[in-house]
Structures are given as structure tokens and as C-alpha cells.
């Protein structure tokens, strides 16, 4: 079993940024992808962004492509996501999950096994 927990969050102004990061202990391993998925009030959660285990290979919801990336660090156990050109709509609960298998980084949150408890982000105009 994996543990993740994240940190990062906070309150800022749009066309701020935040840097998240997800720290995970357990039974990590580098052959499995990572993702960030989002959840608003009274919406359904949402994928964000997925990097491989590796860390080549990435994947981004188009909502965010060009103003977020995605990053680890496997010697740190450890993802990031940065996150800049904040707007209000990115306002939610921000996750970090682990893939079930090892494949390549997919948007769908079934495909995730593991997940953190989440932090808040909160973007205000």
C-alpha cells in the first residue's frame, strides 16, 4: 500500500502561483504513473495532469495545458505540480494518486489506486 500525502495549497490571486507537492511512502515504485485530479464544489472530480514513472512521458487536461506542469523527483518519492497564470475556475481540491498498474499516465481516475487526502486551492479575482 502506497501513502500520499499532499501539501502546497493556499489562497492567491489570479494569475498566481502555486507549486503542489505529493510525498509517497509505502510501496512506491517508479514504474508506476502519477496524476493529479481536482475536485470543485458540487462537481464531479476532474484529471488535471499524469506523468509516467519514468517522468518522460506527460499528460495534460486541456483546461491547464501551457499554465501547469507536472514533475517528480523517484530518488525523493515525490510529484510536483506547478501551477501558474492561475484563474478562479482552478479553484478546488487538489489529489494525487498512484496508478494500479504500471502503463503510461492516463486521465482516467479508475485506473488509480491509491490517493491522498487532498489540499485546497483557492484562487480569488
Known amino acids: 500500500q502506497v501513502q500520499l500525502v499532499e501539501s502546497g495549497g493556499g489562497l492567491v490571486q489570479a494569475g498566481g502561483s502555486l507549486r503542489l507537492s505529493c510525498a509517497a511512502s509505502g510501496r512506491t515504485s517508479s514504474s508506476y504513473a502519477m496524476g493529479w485530479f481536482r475536485q470543485a464544489p458540487g462537481k464531479e472530480r476532474e484529471f488535471v495532469a499524469a506523468?509516467?514513472?519514468?517522468?518522460?512521458?506527460?499528460n495534460y487536461a486541456d483546461s491547464v495545458k501551457g499554465r501547469f506542469s507536472i514533475s517528480r523527483d523517484n530518488a525523493k518519492n515525490t510529484m510536483f505540480l506547478q501551477m501558474n497564470s492561475l484563474k478562479p475556475e482552478d479553484t478546488a481540491i487538489y489529489f494525487c494518486?498512484?496508478?494500479?498498474?504500471?502503463?503510461?499516465?492516463?486521465?482516467?481516475?479508475?485506473?488509480?489506486?491509491?490517493w491522498g487526502q487532498g489540499t485546497q486551492v483557492t484562487v480569488s479575482s
Open positions: 494518486a498512484v496508478a494500479r498498474l504500471p502503463g503510461s499516465p492516463s486521465r482516467s481516475a479508475f485506473l488509480y489506486g491509491s
Open positions: 506523468i509516467s514513472g519514468s517522468g518522460e512521458t506527460t
